[in-house]
């Protein structure tokens, strides 16, 4: 394995939101606007059922999937934080800290459902501030990194990009058995604008944000700032199961059909491809 960070001078900060109960429904930070109000949302939000989905494909697939890229993850060059709500039960909040504990480049920050979290982020990353380039990124807590994405992201992690963002359409989708075990398959996927990996590149006193969630809906962020896309690689595995957002509103069949339609991967070249522990088959 390489030990040499990816890019010399960089500094690499990821944020995973986890189940934030949000009051606020702008910058896509709550999903109340499906629910129509706070309460009906948060008894979604802390479904014991859904919570377990999630903590069981963080555990297996987000996790793992950071923690063993191709350079070697560590705190002299990169940062993991994952929010979530202050309102979080407790035994799922004990075992966030425990999957997180091992790793020394992670940490928990909690958020309240009156405050910003996009301001929460501002604070993580204020030391970083005064670098001469510094990254943030984004990954949903169910979704996974190639193990290659460290390698992948390296070259835009200089000062001739700062102020640009980096996106990542090429990747892999892997559909959640009915029993949330594991992926009954897994398949090809192209998704422009994904917001898997989305990376927002920043340097001291020259780039008009410091963080990837001031940019906005994924989907339009070209139309705030110069945005690259590298579809060259697979670089991510996006879990497709129903207790995520888009399951939710669009409905788990309408959802699913959008990824069975690329050419499935066999297991040994998943396992090749991602570092994830989650069950694949056939």
């Not at 169910?142 to 990009?161: E, I, K, N, S, V």
């Not at 990747?171 to 058995?177: E, F, H, Q, R, S």
Request: charge should be negative; hydrophobic fraction near 40%.
């Amino acid at each position: 394995m390489d030990t040499t960070n990816p890019a010399a001078s960089s500094f690499v900060h990821a944020f995973v939101r986890y189940s934030i109960l949000s009051a606020r429904n702008e910058g896509g930070w709550s999903g109340a606007r499906q629910d129509g109000d706070l309460e009906t949302y948060r008894q979604r939000l802390f479904d014991p059922q859904r919570l377990a989905v999630h903590a069981h494909l963080f555990e297996n697939v987000t996790l793992p999937s950071i923690a063993e890229q191709t350079v070697e993850v560590g705190a002299s060059w990169f940062r993991l934080t994952v929010l979530t709500s202050t309102e979080l039960p407790e035994s799922h909040r004990d075992r966030l800290h425990a999957a997180l504990a091992p790793l020394g480049w992670a940490e928990l920050r909690e958020v309240s459902p009156t405050q910003d979290p996009s301001k929460v982020v501002t604070e993580a990353i204020e030391p970083l501030t005064g670098r001469d380039v510094y990254a943030t990124l984004r990954i949903d807590d169910d979704d996974g990194l190639a193990r290659t994405f460290m390698a992948q992201l390296a070259p835009y992690l200089t000062p001739a990009w700062a102020g640009y963002a980096a996106a990542f359409p090429s990747g892999a989708a892997g559909l959640l058995d009915q029993h949330g075990n594991g992926f009954e398959e897994v398949r090809h996927a192209r998704w422009p604008y994904s917001s898997i990996g989305l990376t927002y590149v920043a340097a001291a006193g020259n780039a008009p944000y410091s963080h990837v969630f001031q940019l906005g809906p994924h989907r339009r962020v070209d139309e705030r700032i110069p945005l690259v896309t590298d579809g060259r690689e697979c670089a991510w595995i996006r879990s497709i199961h129903w207790a995520q957002e888009q399951s939710y509103t669009r409905g788990l069949e309408k959802h699913r059909r959008q990824y069975s339609r690329g050419e499935p991967i066999a297991a040994s070249e998943v396992r090749e491809r991602f570092p994830i522990t989650i069950a694949c088959g056939p």
